[in-house]
Each structure stands twice: as C-alpha cells, then as structure tokens.
C-alpha cells in the first residue's frame, strides 16, 4: 500500500515539475521548422535521448554555356542554264538542277539542374551516475550528502554544410530519496566540504535513489539563438543503507 502511494506521490510530483520547473521547451510552429539563412537551411532537435542536427544547401553547376547560333553558309546563287535546241529531234540535253544547302539543326539550351547537399549529424550527452558521502556506515538522524557528475552545462560546436552551428544543452535535476522526500534543482550538487544537497533520514532501512535530468537548450546559427525543439530525460538509480547508530554504555 505503501509503495503504490509512493508511486502516485512521484508521477503526481514528476509531473508538476515537468510543468512550472523545468526548463520550458514549448515553442511556435515557425521554431519546427528548418531556419534558412545564407543558401543554407538548419534544424536542430532532440530524437531518441540525442541531439540531431540537420542542414541543407543548394547550388547550380557551373558549365560552358552552349552558343547561342551555328553559322549559316551562305546559299550560293546558280544560274540556270538555257536550254539547248536539240541538234536533232532524237537528242535532247536535260538541264543540271541547282544543289541545295541543307540548313543545320538549332541547339537548345540546356538549363542547369540545382545540386543538393545535406548533411545529419547526431550528438550524445553525458549520463550521470549517482554519488553519496558517507559511502558506507550512513546512520539515520544524519545528513547525507548527494551529488552527480554530470556538468551544469554541455556545450559543443560542430560544423554541417560549410556553416557552424553553437549547441548548448543545461539539465535540471528531480531527487527522490526513497522515503517520500524530493528536491529539485540546476546544480549537480558537490561532495563535502562544498555539498549543496542532502538529505536526512529518520528510520533505518534500504532506500531506492532515482535522479531524473532533463536536459534542454538553444542552438546558436548565423548570430541567432533558437530554442532546442523538444527535450532529452535520463534516468538514474542507486540504493543506500541507512542504519541506527550504535548504542555505547557507559558507567
């Protein structure tokens, strides 16, 4: 009964977060769509927990134009010899007929088809894993102190179709300790003595750790920011064992 509440408690709080805490990734139409700007068109969104980037740019081939007319011989003039009496009734002497140029085929032109280059690249971030002080021997009624190594912010750029393309991805970080308790926050928390974030237990037991990071950002093309269409979630676990101090009697 406990577990299925506890269940209830996280999706429900899971959910609040995701809605007023964590970074917003709604956006307008216009934003879904690939942005062109100097003969080239990029598009920069999340797919399956990684960031894909898309561009495209058109250009013509270059070639000789054909001319545009063949020279025409000129049509020589062939005066048509008179025709000669017959010497006798029986011989009869037939004109040569005129030769005929033939007028050579006209070229079309040829217009240029346009080259498509594309290009798809796919980046990963990093996954966090769980860290805890004190490692061993935690006792209840005592701080623990929690962090992970995932860095506050992830920053890359890379080059597609002749343009360069600036990526910045920040998470946000939901804490569940087990026992009912959450926190949220940016930070990846630090061990001690810089700490950040800890959590205190009250009873002795073994308890679930569950980090949720969800990461969004903008890209950055041609002097411009936009918005990270959708968002990347990771999950991470651990088990900790708390306990009760030992009892020392004295006289």
């Known amino acids: 009964m406990f577990t299925s509440r506890l269940k209830v408690t996280f999706s429900f709080v899971l959910a609040v977060l995701t809605v007023f805490l964590l970074p917003s990734t709604t956006l307008s139409e216009s934003s879904f769509a690939a942005t ?12 399956d927990g990684q960031i894909v980037i898309e561009g495209k740019r058109s250009s013509s081939r270059v070639k000789t134009p054909a001319p545009s007319h063949i ?20 011989t009869y002497v037939r004109p040569p007929v005129p030769y005929k140029h033939k ?38 009624k005592v701080p623990m ?4 190594d995932l860095p506050s912010l992830f ?12 990526v910045a991805m920040r998470p946000a970080f939901v804490w569940s ?35 949720v990071a969800t990461w969004g950002g903008t890209w950055t093309f041609d002097g411009a920011s936009r ?25």
């Open 177 to 211: 300790f087990g026992d009912g308790g959450f926190y949220v926050t940016t930070s990846s928390g630090a061990p001690y003595p810089q700490g950040g974030i800890s959590h205190t237990y009250r009873n002795p037991g073994q308890y679930v750790v569950i980090l």
């Open 155 to 166: 920053a890359t750029k890379v080059s597609i179709v002749g343009e360069v393309i600036d």
């Open 227 to 251: 918005a990270i269409t959708g968002e990347i979630r990771q999950t991470s676990i651990s088990r900790v064992s708390v306990s009760r101090a030992p009892t020392i009697i004295t006289r």
């Open 71 to 90: 020279p025409i011989p000129k049509k020589k003039t062939v005066t048509k010899p008179r025709p000669v009496a017959p010497k006798s009734k029986s």
């Open 103 to 140: 007028l050579a085929p006209t070229v079309k032109k040829k217009t240029p088809r346009p080259i498509s280059l594309s290009d798809r690249l796919v980046k990963l971030l990093p996954i966090g894993k769980i860290a805890y002080q004190p490692a061993r021997q935690a006792l209840i």
């Open 145 to 148: 102190i929690f962090w992970c």
């Open 36 to 47: 062109c700007v100097s003969k080239a068109c990029i598009n920069v969104y999340t797919q």
